[in-house]
């Protein structure tokens, strides 16, 4: 399997979506761009994208622009070829809070990003972390709970995730989607490490 030379990370633009359910993927990315400090630019797409050194190659970070629904808009205008280098890093409801999923593959899950991706890349070979937000409480429109933050007792177990999504990533990047489902399967079980940063406003 080639190696992953972009990961594409799913949220809508703007500060009213900033710190919202639905923008995880744009989280873990910021996290890894502080990490390594990496510089956000206004890519083709629309997106912004940040360039990552890794040994003797380079793998760009990048945030579609393009609202959530038309992220594959963004992802076929910025030049990718080969979905088998692509890691898609997404929100997931159908997985509970603090709960992460890696696969080489699938279905969209429902997930409308995901699904705009699939139908502008004409293929589902592509690997997708999914972070688990869990369901919408009883009598909750899902679109209403997606596109809300999460409450002071959830935000620790969300920012634990995000940095634990952070850290797969770059196990990914590092060594490979194999190595990365690995060290998920160790780990299956653990709690979240729970980092108390808060989100930003």
């Known amino acids: 399997m080639p190696g992953i030379s972009i990961v594409c ?32 630019t206004r890519a083709p ?5 940040a360039l990552w050194r ?58 409308r990003g995901v699904e705009s991706i699939i139908e502008h890349l004409g293929t589902s070979a592509f690997a997708r972390l999914r972070l688990g937000i869990g369901d919408p409480p009883p009598g909750v429109d899902r679109v209403e709970f997606v596109l809300s933050g999460f409450p002071d007792e959830e935000e620790g177990r969300a ?4 940095d634990d999504a952070a850290d797969l990533i770059e196990e990914a990047v590092r060594h490979g989607l194999d190595a990365a489902m690995r060290r998920l399967s160790r780990q299956r079980g653990a709690p979240s490490c729970g980092r108390r940063r808060r989100f930003p406003a």
């Open 159 to 162: 920012r634990g995730m995000i």
């Open 54 to 111: 890794v040994g003797h190659g380079q793998t760009a970070l990048l945030k579609p622009l393009t609202y959530m629904n038309d992220s594959g808009i963004a992802l076929e205008r910025s030049g990718i070829v080969e979905a088998g280098t692509l890691l898609v890093v997404c929100d997931d409801c159908n997985l509970p809070l603090g709960k992460l999923r890696l696969r080489p593959g699938g279905s969209s899950g429902g997930h």
């Open 9 to 40: 990370g799913l949220g809508n633009p703007g500060p009213r979506y900033r710190s919202t359910r639905h923008n995880c993927g744009f989280m873990a990315l910021d996290v890894l761009s502080e990490r390594h400090s990496l510089s956000w």
């Open 45 to 49: 797409g629309p997106s912004q994208r």
